[in-house]
């Protein structure tokens, strides 16, 4: 990467070094990408009660909007590795606006899928070129540059919520078309983004390079092993978070009997939580070794997880923030430490990850709405609470050691 930055000096238009105004820009899209699709969650006991919707349709609204964000993440990676669209971001954020549109006035199920679908597929082309944007601004700095652009993201998910609670919920579904500009001025950053990240791409086919200056010291089969590691590290992480995102609220309202406003300030506190785990996991990456720290992450939230559905309202709040930061750093780490693996596919290992960030979580969210419906609403919570005994497994993953070929 640092031999790529050095081909990209005196350009006018691409700064040496870590392109910070890039990375803030990517992220603050990414924030608004992500709050936008927080709102959704955000929407359910509204859209419950305006309805009549079963858990179960709650979670397959969550279903069909995830797995539309996901499916498509590892192809569009795929191939923006081999054929960068610079412009693909802005245009793909047009299609959230798009659905955001459709949302606010649907007025069937049928509808509210195909409007979540829109908006989900907005966001499977937003994260793996933004992704191969935070690598090429990055300077070297994968990790700091990993960090910038997802807490952009998780800040998004957390004010999602509160401005649901402060905007949706008095004024109901209508007032979703109000985010169709956060969709707007995102468009239009992209635009300035996919501007800078042209000109990149142009400086690097004109000197023949691919831009790739890193490879794994590990076998295939290492490899492999490792990808499943993670693979099972972002299953347990995201059908956690999935309980906590879709259903923290009506376990709150039911267990407590607040009401919904209050239930959307106590799931922003967990959110920003969240958001603000994520940075720091990623400053932890860099120092202690992503291994140690997608470790300390997952396995190491189990205490305050299991702790939560026995507390008073005050302590499930706590424990709830306490978990939202320490199991929020793993994705950074994750992220970063699958490309390291596959430095070459950039694009499509973020892609994939992205996938089945979102894929995992609305199968998470679906599977829990279905049990929720059979049970009940703390029961569900109290068995999601386990799934962060599965970061144990964390252990065996290799430590890596990438080979510098190219300085």
Known sequence: MNKVIRQLKGHPHIAEGTAYAILFTIGTCHLLNDMIQSVIPALYPLLKENFGFTFAQIGIITLVFQLTSSILQP???????????????????????IGLVALAFSSDFLLILLSVALIGCGSSVFHPEASRVAQLASGGKKSLAQSIFQVGGNGGSSIGPLLAAL???PYGQHAVGWFALAALLASILLVRVGYWYSMVI????????????????????????????????IFSKYFFNACMTSYFTFFLIDKFDINVQQSQFCLFAYLAAFAIGTLLGGFMGDRYGRKYVILFSILGATPFTLAMPYLSLLWTIVMAVITGLVIASAFSAIVVYATDLMPDKVGMIAGIFFGLMFGLGGIGSAFFGWLADLTSIEFIFRVSTWLPLLGVVAIFLPDIRPNKTNK
Do not use: E, W
């Open 75 to 97: 192809f569009i990676g795929l191939y923006a590795d081999r054929h960068p669209q610079p412009y693909s971001l802005s245009t793909g954020m047009c299609f959230t606006l």
């Open 167 to 169: 905007i949706v919920i």
């Open 202 to 233: 142009a400086k690097i086919r004109k000197s023949h390079d691919n831009g790739i200056s890193a490879s794994c010291a590990l076998s295939k089969r290492t490899i492999h092993f490792a990808l499943g590691i993670l693979v099972l590290m």
